[in-house]
Protein backbone atom coordinates (compact mmCIF):
# COMPACT_ATOMS: atom_id res chain seq x y z
CA UNK A 1 0.00 0.00 0.00
CA UNK A 2 1.12 3.54 -0.77
CA UNK A 3 2.38 5.39 2.14
CA UNK A 4 1.87 9.39 2.63
CA UNK A 5 3.56 10.82 5.29
CA UNK A 6 2.62 14.37 6.59
CA UNK A 7 4.58 16.78 7.81
CA UNK A 8 5.02 18.84 10.27
CA UNK A 9 2.62 16.31 12.51
CA UNK A 10 1.77 19.45 13.96
CA UNK A 11 2.51 22.99 14.22
CA UNK A 12 1.48 26.52 15.70
CA UNK A 13 0.69 29.24 14.04
CA UNK A 14 -0.87 32.90 13.68
CA UNK A 15 -4.01 34.59 12.54
CA UNK A 16 -3.12 36.40 9.24
CA UNK A 17 -0.01 34.18 9.07
CA UNK A 18 0.87 31.48 6.58
CA UNK A 19 1.14 27.55 6.70
CA UNK A 20 2.46 25.15 4.76
CA UNK A 21 1.73 21.59 4.95
CA UNK A 22 3.49 18.75 3.39
CA UNK A 23 2.14 15.28 2.51
CA UNK A 24 4.47 12.93 0.75
CA UNK A 25 4.13 9.29 -1.09
CA UNK A 26 6.35 6.20 -0.84
CA UNK A 27 6.06 6.12 -4.65
CA UNK A 28 4.88 8.56 -7.10
CA UNK A 29 0.76 9.13 -7.37
CA UNK A 30 0.56 11.40 -10.26
CA UNK A 31 -2.03 14.15 -8.99
CA UNK A 32 -4.17 12.00 -7.66
CA UNK A 33 -4.56 13.39 -4.02
CA UNK A 34 -6.88 15.41 -2.26
CA UNK A 35 -6.97 17.59 1.27
CA UNK A 36 -9.49 17.55 3.85
CA UNK A 37 -9.64 19.43 7.20
CA UNK A 38 -11.14 18.21 10.14
CA UNK A 39 -12.32 19.85 13.29
CA UNK A 40 -12.73 18.38 16.82
CA UNK A 41 -16.02 16.10 16.78
CA UNK A 42 -16.70 16.87 13.54
CA UNK A 43 -16.53 14.61 9.96
CA UNK A 44 -13.86 15.59 7.29
CA UNK A 45 -14.55 18.66 4.90
CA UNK A 46 -12.88 18.67 1.12
CA UNK A 47 -10.89 21.08 0.66
CA UNK A 48 -8.77 20.28 -2.59
CA UNK A 49 -9.00 17.57 -5.06
CA UNK A 50 -6.54 15.85 -8.04
CA UNK A 51 -3.93 17.99 -5.69
CA UNK A 52 -4.73 21.13 -6.88
CA UNK A 53 -8.56 21.81 -7.65
CA UNK A 54 -10.33 24.17 -4.93
CA UNK A 55 -13.69 22.66 -3.51
CA UNK A 56 -16.52 24.65 -4.49
CA UNK A 57 -17.24 27.20 -1.19
CA UNK A 58 -13.64 26.74 -0.09
CA UNK A 59 -12.14 29.74 0.42
CA UNK A 60 -9.34 30.98 -1.60
CA UNK A 61 -6.92 31.63 0.86
CA UNK A 62 -6.46 26.94 0.53
CA UNK A 63 -4.31 26.08 -2.04
CA UNK A 64 -2.86 23.00 -3.42
CA UNK A 65 0.12 21.86 -5.56
CA UNK A 66 2.31 19.04 -6.29
CA UNK A 67 2.66 16.01 -8.44
CA UNK A 68 4.37 12.29 -8.20
CA UNK A 69 5.59 12.31 -4.73
CA UNK A 70 5.35 15.43 -2.98
CA UNK A 71 2.27 17.99 -2.70
CA UNK A 72 1.47 20.57 -0.61
CA UNK A 73 -1.27 22.44 1.23
CA UNK A 74 -0.89 25.87 1.86
CA UNK A 75 -2.98 27.96 4.01
CA UNK A 76 -2.09 32.10 3.22
CA UNK A 77 -4.07 34.69 5.47
CA UNK A 78 -4.68 31.88 8.55
CA UNK A 79 -8.04 32.54 9.86
CA UNK A 80 -9.15 31.73 13.31
CA UNK A 81 -11.74 29.00 11.81
CA UNK A 82 -9.04 27.30 10.11
CA UNK A 83 -7.15 25.63 13.48
CA UNK A 84 -7.97 22.35 13.10
CA UNK A 85 -6.30 19.28 11.12
CA UNK A 86 -5.46 18.16 7.82
CA UNK A 87 -5.26 15.03 6.08
CA UNK A 88 -4.44 13.95 2.27
CA UNK A 89 -5.84 10.96 0.80
CA UNK A 90 -4.46 9.24 -2.44
CA UNK A 91 -6.85 7.74 -5.05
CA UNK A 92 -4.02 6.73 -7.10
CA UNK A 93 -4.75 3.00 -6.48
CA UNK A 94 -6.33 0.53 -3.69
CA UNK A 95 -6.29 0.63 -1.02
CA UNK A 96 -7.03 4.24 -0.67
CA UNK A 97 -4.65 6.26 1.91
CA UNK A 98 -4.73 9.01 4.29
CA UNK A 99 -1.98 10.90 5.81
CA UNK A 100 -1.40 10.52 9.53
CA UNK A 101 -2.57 14.37 9.54
CA UNK A 102 -0.94 17.65 10.60
CA UNK A 103 -2.56 19.88 13.44
CA UNK A 104 -2.82 23.31 12.88
CA UNK A 105 -2.65 25.12 16.63
CA UNK A 106 -2.85 28.57 17.87
CA UNK B 1 -31.56 18.68 2.51
CA UNK B 2 -28.29 16.95 0.34
CA UNK B 3 -27.19 15.03 2.96
CA UNK B 4 -26.14 11.18 4.17
CA UNK B 5 -27.20 9.72 7.59
CA UNK B 6 -25.28 6.84 9.37
CA UNK B 7 -27.09 4.32 11.43
CA UNK B 8 -26.89 1.06 12.95
CA UNK B 9 -23.78 1.72 15.08
CA UNK B 10 -23.85 0.29 18.39
CA UNK B 11 -21.77 -2.00 21.10
CA UNK B 12 -21.09 -5.65 19.95
CA UNK B 13 -19.38 -8.29 21.07
CA UNK B 14 -15.84 -9.88 19.13
CA UNK B 15 -16.70 -12.35 16.73
CA UNK B 16 -20.05 -10.83 15.90
CA UNK B 17 -21.58 -8.75 13.36
CA UNK B 18 -23.25 -5.33 12.49
CA UNK B 19 -24.92 -3.53 9.60
CA UNK B 20 -24.61 0.07 8.98
CA UNK B 21 -26.53 1.93 6.60
CA UNK B 22 -26.28 4.99 4.98
CA UNK B 23 -29.61 6.90 4.01
CA UNK B 24 -29.17 9.53 1.36
CA UNK B 25 -31.37 12.34 1.20
CA UNK B 26 -31.00 15.21 -1.62
CA UNK B 27 -29.56 13.16 -4.43
CA UNK B 28 -29.77 10.13 -5.66
CA UNK B 29 -27.32 7.59 -4.75
CA UNK B 30 -27.46 5.75 -8.18
CA UNK B 31 -25.72 8.22 -9.13
CA UNK B 32 -22.06 8.61 -7.35
CA UNK B 33 -19.86 6.27 -6.04
CA UNK B 34 -20.02 5.73 -2.30
CA UNK B 35 -17.03 5.09 0.39
CA UNK B 36 -16.85 4.06 3.96
CA UNK B 37 -14.21 5.53 6.16
CA UNK B 38 -13.50 4.96 9.68
CA UNK B 39 -11.58 6.91 12.11
CA UNK B 40 -10.92 5.42 15.58
CA UNK B 41 -11.58 8.40 18.08
CA UNK B 42 -8.59 10.99 18.60
CA UNK B 43 -6.97 9.31 15.64
CA UNK B 44 -6.21 9.56 11.99
CA UNK B 45 -8.49 8.18 8.96
CA UNK B 46 -8.56 5.09 7.56
CA UNK B 47 -10.09 4.22 4.27
CA UNK B 48 -12.43 0.97 4.45
CA UNK B 49 -14.20 0.44 0.93
CA UNK B 50 -16.14 1.88 -2.18
CA UNK B 51 -18.81 0.43 -4.26
CA UNK B 52 -19.81 2.43 -7.86
CA UNK B 53 -23.46 3.62 -8.63
CA UNK B 54 -24.51 0.25 -9.99
CA UNK B 55 -23.81 -1.73 -7.17
CA UNK B 56 -20.69 -3.84 -9.32
CA UNK B 57 -17.49 -2.64 -9.04
CA UNK B 58 -15.47 -1.48 -5.68
CA UNK B 59 -12.60 -2.24 -3.76
CA UNK B 60 -11.69 -3.21 -0.28
CA UNK B 61 -8.39 -2.31 2.35
CA UNK B 62 -6.93 -5.38 3.19
CA UNK B 63 -7.90 -5.64 6.63
CA UNK B 64 -11.38 -6.03 6.11
CA UNK B 65 -11.53 -7.80 3.28
CA UNK B 66 -13.51 -11.33 3.75
CA UNK B 67 -14.82 -9.36 6.16
CA UNK B 68 -16.80 -6.47 5.43
CA UNK B 69 -19.26 -6.17 2.36
CA UNK B 70 -20.53 -2.95 1.13
CA UNK B 71 -23.53 -2.90 -0.53
CA UNK B 72 -26.58 -0.49 -1.84
CA UNK B 73 -30.35 -0.40 -2.12
CA UNK B 74 -30.62 2.28 -4.75
CA UNK B 75 -34.50 1.91 -5.01
CA UNK B 76 -34.62 3.04 -1.18
CA UNK B 77 -30.87 5.24 -2.00
CA UNK B 78 -29.38 3.84 1.07
CA UNK B 79 -25.95 2.56 0.95
CA UNK B 80 -24.93 -0.90 3.68
CA UNK B 81 -21.51 -1.72 4.89
CA UNK B 82 -22.13 -5.92 6.62
CA UNK B 83 -19.31 -6.12 9.17
CA UNK B 84 -18.97 -9.78 10.34
CA UNK B 85 -16.02 -11.57 12.30
CA UNK B 86 -15.76 -8.04 14.08
CA UNK B 87 -12.36 -7.58 16.25
CA UNK B 88 -11.61 -5.01 18.97
CA UNK B 89 -9.82 -3.24 16.64
CA UNK B 90 -12.57 -2.08 14.49
CA UNK B 91 -13.94 0.30 17.19
CA UNK B 92 -14.35 3.67 15.42
CA UNK B 93 -16.12 5.76 13.98
CA UNK B 94 -17.74 5.23 10.83
CA UNK B 95 -19.05 7.47 8.20
CA UNK B 96 -20.24 7.05 4.90
CA UNK B 97 -18.69 9.16 2.21
CA UNK B 98 -20.27 10.54 -1.32
CA UNK B 99 -17.99 10.67 -4.04
CA UNK B 100 -17.57 14.11 -6.13
CA UNK B 101 -16.89 11.63 -9.34
CA UNK B 102 -14.68 14.40 -11.27
CA UNK B 103 -13.35 13.31 -13.92
CA UNK B 104 -10.48 15.56 -16.35
CA UNK B 105 -10.56 16.15 -20.02
CA UNK B 106 -8.83 12.60 -20.48
CA UNK B 107 -11.38 10.96 -18.66
CA UNK B 108 -9.13 9.99 -15.53
CA UNK B 109 -11.28 9.77 -12.18
CA UNK B 110 -10.03 11.65 -9.21
CA UNK B 111 -11.94 10.84 -5.98
CA UNK B 112 -13.22 13.58 -3.82
CA UNK B 113 -14.79 12.84 -1.01
CA UNK B 114 -17.35 15.64 -0.53
CA UNK B 115 -20.38 14.71 1.27
CA UNK B 116 -19.67 13.07 4.85
CA UNK B 117 -21.95 11.61 7.24
CA UNK B 118 -21.99 12.37 11.22
CA UNK B 119 -20.71 9.23 11.49
CA UNK B 120 -21.90 6.28 13.88
CA UNK B 121 -19.60 4.91 16.30
CA UNK B 122 -19.04 1.02 16.23
CA UNK B 123 -17.80 -0.44 19.60
CA UNK B 124 -16.61 -4.25 20.04
CA UNK B 125 -16.27 -5.09 23.34
CA UNK B 126 -17.02 -7.79 25.70
Sequence with gaps: ?106 | EVQVVESGGGLVQPGGSLRLSCEASGFSLSSYWMHWVRQVPGKGLMWLCNLNGDGKSGAYADSVKGRFTISRDNGKNTLYLQMNSLRAEDTAVYYCVRDLDYSDTRGHHFDALDMWGQGTLVTVSS
Excluded: H, M
Excluded at chain 1, 30 to 51: F, T, V
Excluded at chain 1, 71 to 87: C, G, H, K, M, V
Design chain 1, 1 to 106: AIQLTQSPSSLSATVGGRVTITCRASQGIANDLAWYQQKPGKAPKLLIYAASILQSGVPSRFSGSGSGTDFTLTISNLQPEDFATYFCLQDYNYPRTFGQGTKVEI
